[in-house]
C-alpha cells in the first residue's frame, strides 16, 4: 500500500523516544505533523539530517507543527540516539511489526528491511498535504519540508 497527497494519513501508535507511545490520530485538531521516516538511527546520513533539523531547522517544530521522526529501530535505539545528539523532536518505533508503518505509507524497503526517506506533511485534519520520496543513501532537501509547511500555514 502506499498513500498520496489528499488521502487521509494512516493512523499508527507506535513506542516512542519518551517511553511512552505515540498515535498519529492524537494531533488531529491540534497540530500539524511532518513525518520523518528514515532508515536507521546512528547512520550518517540520517544523524545529519536531525542534526540540520535541530541547529539550522529547529522553527520546523512549534505550536502548528510536530516533527515525527520514525525508524524501523528499537525505542530504546531511538532514545539513545535523540539523548547522544540532543535532538528536540519526539521519535517513534516501527519495530514491531517490523515496519508496519512504513509500509503502509509505501516507504519500507522489503529487501533491505529499512525505510526510504519519505517525508509526509499532514496538516490537522489528517490529510497528506505534502510528500517526498527519496532512495535510502540520497539525503533530502530540507528546503522541501520548509515551503510545504509555509504553503500550509498561508
Known amino acids: 500500500m502506499s498513500v498520496e497527497i489528499g488521502d487521509e494519513a494512516p493512523d499508527f501508535e507506535l513506542p516512542d523516544s519518551e517511553d511512552g507511545k505515540t498515535k498519529l490520530s492524537d494531533y488531529r485538531g491540534r497540530k500539524n505533523v511532518l513525518l520523518v521516516f528514515y532508515p536507521l538511527a546512528f547512520s550518517p546520513i540520517c544523524t545529519s539530517e536531525f542534526c540540520a533539523l535541530r541547529d539550522i531547522n529547529r522553527d520546523l517544530q512549534s505550536d502548528d507543527t510536530e516533527v515525527l521522526g520514525i525508524s524501523v529501530d528499537s525505542r530504546w535505539t531511538l532514545k539513545a540516539w535523540k539523548e547522544a545528539e540532543k535532538f528536540p523532536n519526539k521519535f517513534v ?3 514491531w511489526p517490523h515496519g508496519e508503518v512504513g509500509r503502509a505509507y509505501g ?7 529499512t525505510t526510504l526517506r519519505g517525508t509526509f506533511l499532514i496538516d490537522k485534519q489528517g ?11 540520497e539525503a533530502r532537501d530540507q528546503a522541501g519540508w520548509r515551503k510545504a509547511i509555509s504553503d500550509l500555514d498561508a
Do not use: C, T
Open 93 to 95: 518505533a516501527d519495530f
Open 127 to 137: 490529510i497528506i498535504r505534502w510528500m517526498e520520496i527519496n532512495p535510502a543513501l
Open 107 to 113: 516507504v519500507l524497503d522489503e529487501k533491505r528491511g
